[in-house]
């Protein structure tokens, strides 16, 4: 299909489908970040999401067995392009969307995609990030939260802190020391674990302003089955989390540019973060290489 039909199609699946209400800027308690748990305060946000996700517009690059659209860079930016000219809502964003998923298309096996990438793509499952510790922040090296190997499955105990959504969230993407006579930069594994599992549970963080989105997530002898949960190879942690990392980089280099526009913001204020090239990010070099991110260039904020 050449490109001019594929944004006249787009254009009009555009038109008919899109609800009134996502063509509005998103209120701060529409946020759609799926999961299990979902509470959908405006029904459209539901339906939007659910039409996206049946066209694969959720995630527009990713291949089309794991719920993505399969579309090629200039597709996905057509798709881009045409959600901003009516103003569209992105229809789901989340770390499962921005971060974990684009390191499991890289480096997760073909069994973790299928049972993860499809339920990203669709919203069923909400994701948070296990990195920081009580006293692990900036040294995110000297992380003590151990994964025992036990063959066939993993031990997992330790705690983690300023979880953001950890309380609302399914799966969990975190980095554990596995190696423990390793120099300490070494010997981490970056895993999934699933929070409904035995052992794992959060307590929020109030902030002085009375709330917050942060907890602490503790794990007390959790067990996962190694071959879901090792993303990569062991010891080598590294490979998936560099992944992860850097779209967390570029997720809060964006948010900061954001916050830097003075409101009322405009489609013009998005060009003006993300109309210079990539290489204005001072981490391109590690960005270029990524797998896209479905929302990373023009989700309607
Ligand atoms: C909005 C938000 C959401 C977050 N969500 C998550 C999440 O979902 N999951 C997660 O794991 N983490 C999350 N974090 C945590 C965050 O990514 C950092 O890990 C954490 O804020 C830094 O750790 P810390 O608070 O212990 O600070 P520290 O590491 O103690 O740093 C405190 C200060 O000291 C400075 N500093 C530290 N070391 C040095 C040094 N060697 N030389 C000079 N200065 C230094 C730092 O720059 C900083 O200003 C979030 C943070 C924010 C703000």
Redesign the pocket.
């Known amino acids: 299909m050449s490109l001019e039909t594929f944004r006249a199609e787009t254009r009009s699946w555009l038109e008919e489908h899109c609800p009134v209400s996502m063509r509005t800027p998103m209120a701060a308690d529409e946020y759609p970040g799926g999961g299990r748990r979902a509470r959908f305060k405006n029904p459209e946000t539901k339906v939007w999401l659910a039409l996206c996700a049946s066209k694969g517009f959720t995630a527009p690059t990713w291949p089309t067995e794991y719920g993505g659209a399969g579309l090629n860079v200039d597709e996905a930016q057509i798709l881009r392009q045409e959600m901003m000219r009516i103003k569209a809502r992105a229809p789901l964003v989340g770390m499962g969307l921005s971060m974990i998923g684009p390191a499991l298309v890289e480096f997760g096996t073909d069994e973790q995609k299928s049972e993860h990438l499809p339920k990203i793509a669709s919203g069923e499952i909400w994701w ?5 510790e009580p006293n692990s ?4 090296a000297s992380l003590q939260t151990k994964a025992i190997d036990k063959g066939d499955h993993f031990e997992i105990t330790g705690s ?1 802190v ?3 959504y950890a309380d609302k969230s399914d799966w969990i993407f975190c980095l554990v020391r596995t190696d423990f006579e390793a120099t300490k930069h070494t010997g981490i594994s970056f895993v999934l674990i699933d929070m409904a599992s035995k052992g794992v549970s959060t307590r929020p963080i109030k902030l002085i302003s009375g709330k917050s989105p ?1 907890c602490e997530t503790f794990f007390d002898e959790v067990q996962e089955r190694r071959r879901r949960m090792l993303i990569g190879r062991r010891q080598r942690g590294v490979d998936g989390s560099k992944t992860a990392f850097a779209l967390t980089s570029v997720n809060h280099d964006w948010r900061r540019r954001w916050r830097a526009i003075p409101e009322p913001r405009s489609p013009t204020s998005r060009r003006l973060i993300w109309g210079r090239p990539m290489a204005s990010l001072q981490i391109s070099p590690c960005v270029k290489k990524l797998p896209s991110t479905p929302w990373m260039t023009g989700p309607s904020v």
């Open positions: 948070c990030q296990g990195y920081s922040g900036s040294d995110l983690k300023w979880t953001s942060f």
